[in-house]
């Protein structure tokens, strides 16, 4: 008697990714696409718009103080002719190791002393939100500092020193001064240029540069490591959700407060498709090594299981690229958070790419003093 074939073929996903990956079935296939999505992001972004970045950043250190078991520096720096930007600085404490210690942008979220908490600093006096906590779970910067890092956090370009009349985070003055760009677009071009801060640094490897952030930082972070090739390491946290696969889209192209990308408007209501959404962002990182967290419940979860999906479709990509384990993501239920699973698996990758050259098992390269 005839037994009956079983197909254990499994049933195939099928996303609102999988455009990512469509006819590419080689490496040089990838590049020619990657290529397309470069110049997209850039558009999306308004690139074009942006300035020159300055020649001399005229680079000075305002402050400098004791933070306890790390040194701390408020610094000043050109990023357009008529505009500086500040940044605390974490330096650890002893001489560098050889070739300098590796380094780490640091972005905040959407609190107007962000840069000092990243730190764990407390508000200046006259802060507006001077009675808020000092530190809730987002002094990474000081995390990464006591680990043999040294960090910059940049105060972001609408709040803390260049706090607009309208109030923090407020896009208002930006667009009145430049109509042609995005406020994504100029959020990258400082962090870029607070990378090249961090690069110019005699104690730090700029082969070894990482950057981490946290809600609108979290965002900041994959914006500046599509953007930035010097940034070899990438780990966001608690990013929004993507354009495709949001309930309210229109988030990224309000006109109010924040407007993140403000030709998108019409793109949203007219039922368009947006040419460079997340996944196709993340892909620009690829395959330098990326750790994305978030949460199954922070904001609209329908929306964070396409998440999940989307990086399943870039798993892929870096298959393809023979880098798969340079792509990570962890998903967790506490919220808009950086609960001690993220962070201790942040601190994990971190030291994997940018201590130990990609070695699972944390193997000393002879460069830096193993931690942990």
Request: charged share 25%; proline share 8%; with cysteine.
């Amino acid at each position: 008697m005839a037994t009956a074939r079983v197909d254990w073929t499994p049933t195939p996903i099928r996303t609102s990714w999988d455009d990512l990956l469509a006819g590419i079935t080689s490496p040089e296939l990838w590049e020619e696409k990657r290529q397309l999505l470069a110049r997209r992001f850039l558009e999306l972004i308004r690139d074009p718009a942006a300035p020159a970045p300055p020649q001399d950043l005229r680079l000075q250190v305002e402050r400098e103080w004791d933070g306890g078991d790390f040194t701390i520096q408020y610094i000043s720096y050109q990023v357009e002719a008529d505009e500086r930007a500040h940044a605390y600085v974490g330096v650890p404490r002893g001489p560098a190791p050889p070739g300098g210690f590796p380094g780490v942008v640091c972005l905040h979220g959407t609190t107007n002393w962000g840069a000092r908490q990243s730190l764990g600093l407390p508000p200046e006096p006259q802060d507006p939100q001077a009675d808020r906590p000092a530190v809730d779970g987002k002094d990474f910067a000081r995390q990464f500092v006591r680990q043999g890092y040294v960090t910059i956090s940049p105060e972001h370009f609408c709040c803390a020193t260049r706090i607009p009349a309208e109030g923090a985070y407020d896009t208002a003055a930006f667009y009145r001064r430049h109509p042609d760009w995005s406020a994504v677009g100029k959020y990258t071009y400082d962090s870029a240029i607070a990378t090249t801060v961090l690069a110019q640094r005699p104690d730090v490897d700029a082969s070894r540069l990482g950057v981490t952030g946290h809600s609108l930082g979290g965002q900041g972070t994959i914006w500046l490591a599509a953007y930035d090739e010097r940034i070899r390491c990438a780990v966001p946290s608690c990013t929004a959700s993507t354009f495709r696969e949001n309930p309210e889209p229109l988030h990224w192209s309000r006109d109010y407060w924040y407007i993140y990308f403000p030709q998108l408007r019409e793109e949203f209501l007219a039922g368009r498709q947006v040419p460079c959404d997340f996944h196709e962002m993340f892909a620009l990182i690829a395959p330098r090594p990326v750790f994305d967290r978030f949460a199954l419940n922070d904001g609209d979860p329908t929306g964070q299981s396409h998440r999940v999906m989307m990086h399943l479709k870039l798993h892929e990509l870096y298959r393809l690229l023979g880098k798969e384990e340079a792509h990570a993501f962890l998903v967790f239920g506490d919220g808009h958070a950086i609960p001690d699973l993220s962070w201790t698996g942040a601190l994990s990758f971190m030291d994997r790419w940018l201590k130990y050259d990609g070695n699972a098992l944390g193997g000393w390269d002879g460069r830096l003093t193993p931690t942990g």
